[in-house]
């Protein structure tokens, strides 16, 4: 079993992205399907940088979930972590988008959101040789939502605990992936409390913090290492090991914004995994760093498709070349 510097944890899922952009989602035609879901975003985002992952997660035994696993495959993402249940259905999502780019999540393949096999991971089959060398645990909050994930996220951290792995978390809110929205705040502050990484949208931000400025979120957090706060095309604002600054968003031609975020935060952890974090106290390299995110996430709303749209790392290097820019990769 290959061991990798990251762990990605949390669901794997389709996108099924409406083909007519503009529309509703009863008024769209046509719908392209792409593997999809946060922390998998992130898993593949890494390995097509050239950072070795591993991915835990469930997906059904159903047609989808036995694809979905042979895709992870072929990207070269390490799949002993996916569990496969032998009922539970693999979640679609549908996804509609503005003329502009811009993603809405608009529904699920059926209404119960407790159905899906992502919310069935069981703590008791987590490989723990996958933790051994791991640098980074990599998660979501979706899985908070739903007992048997929330019981394997907590397994998970207590074993990254041990291990001294740093936690990287991604608020990542979706309010329709959650029973009961009204108890997400409090459960989600206690992950965040425990984590190294934080990387947040504006909105989340304000949700939780009632502030989206990073450095003064950091102070909220206490232990924290550093905090990423986003803000699509307006770009980003950082604090990291108390380097903070702001960086504008590098104007690309969008078609997708679907999974911007994810590929962002996959720049950042491949830039920690190769520089290690007591790189953190340069401010000219976090300011690197942030920048390599950035132009990850900007390559990934050039085409359509979450994981499809990813660059390679010679890929994110050229970009940057031609923006003047040269961080190491």
Known sequence: ????????????????????????????????????????????????????????????????????????????????????????????????RTEVGERHFAGFSHPDTTLFADTRLQADQLPLELFSGAQFLVMGTLGLAYPDTAAAIHRALEIAQRQIIQLVVDVNWRPMFWPNPAIASSVIHDLLAQADFLKLSVQEAEWLFETHDPGKIACQLGTAKGVLVTAGEQGCAYSLLGNQGQLPAFSVDTEDTTGAGDAFLAGFI????????????????????????????????????????????????????????????
């Open 1 to 96: 079993m290959a061991r990798s510097l990251v762990l990605c944890l949390g669901e794997i899922l389709i996108d099924r992205l409406a083909d007519q952009p503009g529309l509703s989602l009863h008024a769209v035609q046509s719908w392209t399907s792409y593997p999809g879901g946060a922390p998998a975003n992130v898993a593949c985002g890494l390995t097509k940088l050239g950072t070795p992952v591993n991915f835990i997660s469930c997906v059904g035994s159903d047609v989808l979930g036995t694809a979905l696993v042979e895709f992870l495959q072929t990207l070269g993402v390490g799949r002993t972590g996916i569990q496969q249940h032998p009922t539970a259905p693999t979640r679609q999502v549908y996804i509609v």
């Open 270 to 329: 491949h830039q920690l995994c190769h520089r290690g974090t007591a790189c953190l106290h340069d401010p000219t390299v976090v300011r690197e760093i942030v920048t390599y995110a950035g132009a990850v996430g900007a390559l990934t709303t050039t085409r359509a498709g979450a994981i499809a749209a990813q660059p390679s790392a010679k890929e994110v290097e050229a970009f940057l070349y031609l923006q003047h820019q040269s961080p190491h990769s």
